[in-house]
């Protein structure tokens, strides 16, 4: 039986050229299964996001919380308040738009304190909702000093903070860059995952331009028990609607 693969159009990097609700329309129109969203949500007219949503029929996979300068601050010392205060927020749009994940960004930190504060935020924003808490490592070369860098510190604060509904974004283009090849680093934390991302490494662009090889990832991630979509956040290498091409090469693996 041939697998079916769903992608949700990540709408922080598609479609850059358009106002927010009309790169969901987009992905509506280019026949994406899902969206998900950076932080413009929390911006845009709740009762506007909703009217689209419900005229698309796209489900929202996820949403950040607000990232600002320092791409969140779950982590930055002195910011818990302000951290808890961006979920909060961003934990009412989900609740909107029944959105199914919230991701909580560390921003730029490091050191003991920090990695004492980021559990208590986390702790207390699996506290507040049911709904999936994602946490991201993101690799140095994109964003230097980004307190959250690979899927074993991850897998690490998981533990310590002991909450069912904390889990890992697992971007397949930070994984390969910070930790080599993305099956063994999936395989160590695949109970876990609570969303996948994929994208081409190492440009970032259009997923099976180089390396991985998704026609391979794809059915590993499926044998594994992961069926939600796969996040599509890459860099278009060109018009977006042009480079969706790549999605024909996996339809019939």
């Known amino acids: 039986m041939t697998e079916r693969f769903r992608f949700s159009a990540n709408t922080g990097f598609l479609w850059k050229d358009r106002p927010f609700l009309d790169r969901i329309r987009a992905a509506a129109a280019a026949g994406f299964d899902a969206v998900e969203f950076h932080d413009e949500a929390q911006s845009e007219t709740p009762a506007d996001l909703k009217t689209v949503l419900e005229d698309t029929g796209l489900p929202v996979c996820g949403l950040n919380v607000r990232m600002g300068a320092t791409a969140g601050c779950a982590a930055v010392p002195g910011e818990a308040q302000r951290a808890g205060d961006d979920f909060l927020k961003a934990l009412e749009v989900a609740e909107s738009v029944d959105a199914g994940a919230i991701h909580v960004l560390a921003g730029h930190a490091e050191g003991p304190e920090a990695a004492e504060q980021y559990r208590k935020v986390l702790d207390f924003c699996c506290g507040q909702t049911d709904r999936t808490v994602l946490i ?56 876990a995952v609570g969303h996948i991302q994929i994208a081409s490494w190492p440009d970032r662009s259009e997923p099976g331009n ?20 796969f996040g599509c956040e890459y860099v278009p290498s060109g018009d977006t609607d042009a480079g969706l091409v790549w999605r024909e090469r996996y339809r019939g693996i």
């Open 210 to 229: 180089g390396e991985p090889d998704y026609s391979r990832l794809l059915p590993a991630f499926h044998a594994a028990g992961y069926r939600s979509c």
């Open 136 to 191: 991201e490592p993101i690799c140095l070369a994109k964003m230097p000093g980004y307190f959250l860098k690979d899927v074993d510190q991850a897998s690490e604060i998981l533990a310590d903070v002991g909450r069912p509904n904390l889990k890992i974004m697992f971007d397949c283009f930070h994984v390969r860059e910070e930790s080599g090849d993305i099956l063994t680093a999936f395989e160590r934390v695949r109970a």
